[in-house]
């Protein structure tokens, strides 16, 4: 029975952790509507995470890695594009391959968490 009891809990909380790691993002319309407000930055450097657009939601499963969502409901987080970096929680540059994802600065974190 403590086995079961177990593999339950283990199970859970491997659940927990790949939703946590889940980044899937929706664009809105409007700043009110955001979650985080992200500002694209020109050079990797500049950059607090380094974002990799995924083409499938199941590839979205550690940072950096994003799936855009067609709708709203299906979001972990709703993101709004600023036009000015002092206007932005999270600044982020997109990158050509998979692998080169991931934090620049991680006291940024917990705006995806």
Sequence with gaps: MK????AIGFIFI??????ALAQKVYSVSYESQA????YKVDY?????LKVYKVSYESQA??????????????????????DYESQADLKIYFVDYES??????????????
């Design 3 to 6: 086995s079961i009891i177990l």
């Design 14 to 19: 491997c659940s927990i952790f790949n939703l």
């Design 35 to 38: 979650d985080i407000k992200i």
């Design 44 to 48: 990797e450097s500049q950059a607090d």
């Design 61 to 82: 499963n550690k940072d950096g890695l994003w799936y855009f969502v067609d709708y709203e409901s299906q979001a972990d987080k709703k993101v709004f594009f600023v």
């Design 100 to 113: 080169q994802a991931g934090w620049n600065n991680k006291s940024k974190q917990h705006l995806l968490y």
